[in-house]
T-cell receptor, first 115, second 115 residues
C-alpha cells in the first residue's frame, strides 16, 4: 500500500492559463474522488469515478473543469482559463468499492496558486 | 442535501488532558457513515475514527472515542491523554451508505496541544 500520490505538490500559474493535476490512487482501489479545499474550509466534493466511469459531478465543477480516469487507473483534473477563485488545495482520495468500513484514503494534495 | 456543522473553530488542550470536539449534522438518509479526519499542517488527511449510523455502540480507537447521538444528530470526538502529535485540523464528515460515498465535511476545528 503505497498510498495516494498527487503531482505536482504545488502549482503557481498566471490567470488564464490551463493547468493539469494528476492523481495515482492506491492500486486496488476502484473508486477515485476529487475534492477542493479553500483556506479555512473543509474539503468540498468535485467529482467521483468508479473505475473509468465518471459517475457524479458537483455543480462546483464548472465547464472549465474536466476530469478523466482512462483505464480506471490514474486520474487527471484539468482547469482551463484559470481564475483567481480557483486558488485552492485540490485533494484526491481513493477507496475500494462500497463495502462496510471502506474509508477514503487521501493524497497530500496539489496546492494551486493563481497570480 | 447533507450538512455538517463544526461550531468550534479552535480548541486548546494541555498535554495529557482530555478534549471533546463537537459536530452536528443533518441528512435525510436512513443509513450513513460518520467520520473524523485529522489534517496535520501541510500533511495529508488521515482517518481517525468512523461510526456506522445503524450501530448504537460508540466507536473507539485507542485514545479516540465518539459520542454518537443519532436522535440529536450529534457526533462528538473525545481525545484522551492528549499528545503534542494530536495538534491538527479535525474534520467531521458524513457519507450516505448506499450511494457514491462522497464525503460532506464540516469546516473543521483547529486543535492546539500545549505543554
Amino acid at each position: 500500500d503505497t498510498g495516494v500520490s498527487q503531482d505536482p505538490r504545488h502549482k503557481i500559474t498566471k490567470r488564464g492559463q490551463n493547468v493539469t493535476f494528476r492523481c495515482d490512487p492506491i492500486s486496488e482501489h476502484n473508486r477515485l474522488y476529487w475534492y477542493r479545499q479553500t483556506l479555512g474550509q473543509g474539503p468540498e466534493f468535485l467529482t467521483y469515478f468508479q473505475n473509468e466511469a465518471q459517475l457524479e459531478k458537483s455543480r462546483l465543477l464548472s465547464d472549465r473543469f474536466s476530469a478523466e480516469r482512462p483505464k480506471g487507473s490514474f486520474s487527471t483534473l484539468e482547469i482551463q482559463r484559470t481564475e483567481q477563485g480557483d486558488s485552492a488545495m485540490y485533494l484526491c482520495a481513493s477507496s475500494r468499492e462500497q463495502a462496510l468500513n471502506q474509508p477514503q484514503h487521501f493524497g497530500d494534495g496539489t496546492r494551486l496558486s493563481i497570480l | 442535501a447533507q450538512t455538517v456543522t463544526q461550531s468550534q473553530p479552535e480548541m486548546s488542550v494541555q498535554e495529557a488532558e482530555t478534549v471533546t470536539l463537537s459536530c452536528t449534522y443533518d441528512t435525510s438518509e436512513s443509513d450513513y457513515y460518520l467520520f473524523w479526519y485529522k489534517q496535520p499542517p501541510s500533511r495529508q488527511m488521515i482517518l481517525v475514527i468512523r461510526q456506522e449510523a445503524y450501530k448504537q455502540q460508540n466507536a473507539t480507537e485507542n485514545r479516540f472515542s465518539v459520542n454518537f447521538q443519532k436522535a440529536a444528530k450529534s457526533f462528538s470526538l473525545k481525545i484522551s491523554d492528549s499528545q503534542l502529535g494530536d495538534a491538527a485540523m479535525y474534520f467531521c464528515a458524513l457519507t450516505p451508505a448506499l450511494r457514491t460515498s462522497k464525503l460532506t465535511f464540516g469546516t473543521g476545528t483547529r486543535l492546539q496541544v500545549t505543554l
